[in-house]
């Protein structure tokens, strides 16, 4: 059971209560017209326990009382146990009961708080009738308690060491004094005995949740000795509690229990205090820290005004101000020469009908709202504007306005329910803004689900499923795609279910998921991811420039991890996938809350989400810098400004790899290299964006991840900058010329003394393999090997006149690059 009231989760679910409670009173009205027949009644029960499931998962603990009295009361009248003038009682109680309930959800989603106002009277009213002695008032009272209220400012609880001795020594001695008041033998002296260890107890919990409990306990121990409170089972309840607490920090030291409902237990003891007639020393003082006075007793027990009768109040509202509306619209207010005051009497009395009757629904700012625009309307048929445009043009702005205003938030409140708290421009504002997002993040979730489930596809087809584990990683890269729909691939579908089974055909498997691959439509990786980047940027500053900071710093986050990891081809169901994820999902469950209610307490979603979102900036110095390197230095490199001292690039570096993977990635690698080579000669022949590319990448990416897998992280970012190249070369964006064909050429070339290299522990040539490396960086970044080749020739006639008084060739060709 929850401690906290699901306000969210209530709105959700409270037109299912409503109805529930109709369903229930429709049944009892058919069991009152023939008692005879039980089914109505069974019906009724059925309804009502319903809604006290319903009520505890909410955590709506009062009103959850009301609800159980409700089907003890049933239970009574199933069971013929209440006869005569009582069962007509309990029919009548039980009947009030279900018109009340819909009134105290409609004041909980509005006051946002179980506070139990106005559930006494029926509660208890159930429980005489059927012989059960009332619950105490103070079950159901609740006051606005100020945050910290009672807690001492800066304080900290004592050491864990001296909380275990004092409350050993205390809690015995606690509990026979509390249970001699209880039973009435020499009050006066033990509940002095409590209300010492209470202050104790205060003292050493100062600065915490505990602290404002003993010290509240104190002033109850001062009243039940001075007979201003009698104890009963509430009283009883709340000792008990404190026993378990001492108990609890025997145990546990100044750690707090998790287990108390401390604000609960405070508004309990609050009431007896608010209800002492006389004020002693620490009542008195109690008091004055929780701001109680003479009337707070009689506010929290005011009765509850009906849903049914706010859509009335609110409803008659409309119709007058539609009326004032029409008149405004009939009669130019620009236009009056000779204003009377009895002219505007109609539109007056509508304009104060509306007043009244948001007044009567709680909506006192619409009202005073109303009563501005009363004042304006008396004074503009009085003639005080008379003379006087630019007032004039004031105050009609001013009525127009007001009465506009108030009639559209009476209308959104009557469409999405009259307990919101917020005006009808405000939550519009936040409603486009978030709902824009959310299709935005619904898009890029798409784009991110695609890639992955492409990528594990791949991943479970390098080879032919061998043994449970591989034809499980197939089916469920296979579920992935066919979960979408449950249309088509009828084979495949049943190949699959077939292995789910236990009588998987492994070669039929393969070979139909083989063809599923190929037939794939999927919008190709980089075209995915960078299409998600710049959604993320969007949504980022939307969520910005309509005020939420928070929500869109968490997005940028996420945006700039995504880009890095895009650009090192790295983004893969990892850790670090894993966070970006986590802060995505909660700031889209946050937001998808404040719509839904935007008084919710969401602070620990944005808090998660902040910090899964910052735990991206680490993996993000982890990755590879990739093009960001490659393509920059080669500028740098090729420009005549250049600075000698620039700093060099972030490379990437080899891990520590113990001698049996390095054997596994060679003899792996040499697999990968004669393949390439094999493909690489086959490709030549027909030198276009074929099949025997789109292997070759392949088997780049396999050598990729192979590398990266064991910490050979330079031979792996070769492979990737190949993969990046040829995603580019089967995406169409370049094309494959002479100059990629040689490239491509001199890369497959070298693999194999890299390779060879690279098993010789201190022989890697790794000057070699950046080069390579950076190269098919620069190609798929700018379509070009060497950004040299894009600078601009110079004519003969400038050769000529830069070489008078010196070598012609030197500034273009220097000593062996001729």
């Not at 009326?323 to 236009?335: E, G, K, M, R």
């Not at 306005?401 to 329910?417: A, F, N, Q, S, T």
């Not at 087809?461 to 034809?471: S, V």
């Amino acid at each position: 059971m929850t401690n906290k009231t699901d306000i969210v989760s209530l709105k959700w679910v409270i037109g299912l209560m409503n109805k529930q409670a109709e369903n229930a009173e429709q049944a009892l009205v058919e069991y009152s017209k023939d008692p005879g027949q039980k089914k109505p009644l069974l019906q009724c029960m059925w309804a009502v326990h319903q809604i006290t499931s319903t009520l505890r998962a909410l955590g709506i603990k009062k009103g959850e009382m009301l609800s159980i009295e409700m089907e003890r009361s049933l239970n009574f009248l199933y069971k013929d146990r209440v006869q005569g003038e009582r069962r007509k009682l309990t029919m009548g109680g039980l009947m009030q009961a279900l018109k009340i309930l819909p009134a105290y959800l409609a004041h909980v989603q509005t006051s946002r708080v179980d506070t139990g106002q106005g559930l006494e009277q029926y509660v208890n009213d159930l429980r005489r009738w059927v012989g059960e002695r009332p619950r105490p008032q103070a079950f159901f009272f609740h006051m606005d308690i100020p945050e910290g209220c009672g807690i001492s400012v800066g304080a900290s609880p004592a050491p864990d060491e001296e909380i275990r001795s004092r409350a050993n020594v205390m809690l015995a001695l606690y509990l026979e004094m509390a249970k001699s008041a209880l039973r009435k033998r020499n009050v006066g002296d033990s509940m002095k005995t409590v209300a010492r260890i209470a202050r104790k107890m205060q003292t050493l919990f100062a600065g915490t949740e505990p602290e404002r409990f003993w010290f509240t306990q104190v002033g109850l121990c001062e009243g039940i000795a001075g007979g201003l409170i009698a104890p009963d089972e509430c009283i009883a309840q709340v000792f008990k509690t404190g026993a378990f607490m001492i108990k609890y920090a025997r145990e546990n030291g100044s750690e707090i229990d998790p287990g108390v409902d401390y604000n609960g237990y405070l508004q309990q003891m609050l009431y007896y205090i608010a209800s002492c007639r006389a004020k002693p020393v620490h009542i008195a003082n109690i008091r004055e820290v929780f701001g109680i006075d003479d009337n707070t007793l009689e506010e929290s027990q005011r009765g509850l005004i009906h849903i049914d009768a706010l859509v009335t109040a609110l409803s008659g509202a409309l119709e007058h101000l539609n009326a004032v509306a029409d008149f405004i619209n009939a009669n130019d207010l620009h236009s009056i020469r000779n204003p009377e005051e009895s002219a505007g009497t109609e539109a007056l009395d509508h304009v104060e009908q509306a007043m009244f009757r948001l007044s009567a629904a709680g909506h006192e700012a619409h009202a005073e709202s109303l009563q501005s625009v009363f004042n304006k309307l008396q004074n503009l048929y009085r003639g005080d504007y008379r003379g006087d445009a630019l007032k004039l043009e004031q105050a009609i702005t001013g009525i127009v306005r007001g009465i506009v205003d108030v009639k559209l938030d009476v209308e959104y409140k009557l469409e999405h329910g009259v307990c919101s708290a917020f005006s009808s421009r405000e939550f519009e504002l936040r409603e486009s803004v978030v709902n824009a997002t959310f299709g935005q993040m619904a898009l890029v979730e798409n784009h991110l689900h695609a890639v992955l489930r492409g990528k594990a596809l791949a991943q479970a087809l390098k080879r032919k499923p061998f043994g449970m584990d591989d034809t499980l990683k197939l089916t469920h890269a296979l579920h992935r795609y066919l979960n979408k729909t449950e249309r088509g691939h009828a084979e495949l579908r049943k190949a699959v279910a077939d292995a789910d089974n236990g009588e998987a055909d492994v070669d039929l498997l393969y070979d139909l998921a083989q063809q599923f691959q190929g037939q794939l439509d999927d919008v190709p990786e980089r075209k995915a991811m960078a299409i998600s980047i710049q959604l993320l940027s969007e949504i980022s500053g939307a969520l910005t420039f309509a005020g939420m900071e928070r929500e869109g710093a968490v997005m940028e986050q996420c945006r700039r991890w995504l880009e890095a990891a895009g650009k090192a081809g790295c983004v893969r169901e990892d850790e670090a996938f894993r966070c970006f994820a986590d802060a995505f999902a909660q700031i889209e469950l946050h937001l998808q809350r404040t719509l839904i209610d935007p008084l919710d307490d969401t602070a620990h979603l944005i808090a998660f989400a902040e910090q899964r979102a910052a735990a991206l900036d680490h993996y993000i110095e982890e990755l590879s810098a990739g093009a960001a390197v490659a393509v920059p230095e080669a500028q740098a490199a090729v420009s005549v400004a250049a600075s000698p001292s620039a700093p060099a690039g972030k490379y990437v570096e080899d891990k520590d790899i113990p001698p049996e993977f390095r054997e596994v990635f060679l003899e792996e690698s040499e697999e990968i290299v004669a393949e390439l080579t094999r493909l690489m000669a086959v490709w030549e022949l027909d030198p276009e964006p074929n099949q025997n590319l789109k292997d070759m990448r392949r088997h780049f990416h396999t050598f990729k991840g192979n590398g990266r897998a064991v910490g050979a992280n330079v031979l792996g970012e070769l492979g990737w900058a190949a993969q990046d190249m040829l995603d580019r070369v089967l995406d169409g964006d370049i094309a494959p010329e002479d100059n990629l064909q040689a490239l491509l050429r001199d890369v497959v070339n070298a693999l194999p003394a890299l390779v060879a290299s690279f098993g010789e522990m201190s022989g890697f040539d790794a000057t070699t393999t950046r080069e390579l490396t950076n190269r098919c960086f620069r190609m798929a970044e700018t379509g070009v090997d060497d950004l040299a080749s894009d600078m601009p020739l110079l004519d003969e006639t400038a050769v000529q006149a830069s070489s008078v008084g010196g070598s012609p060739a030197s500034a273009l060709h220097p000593a062996g690059h001729s």
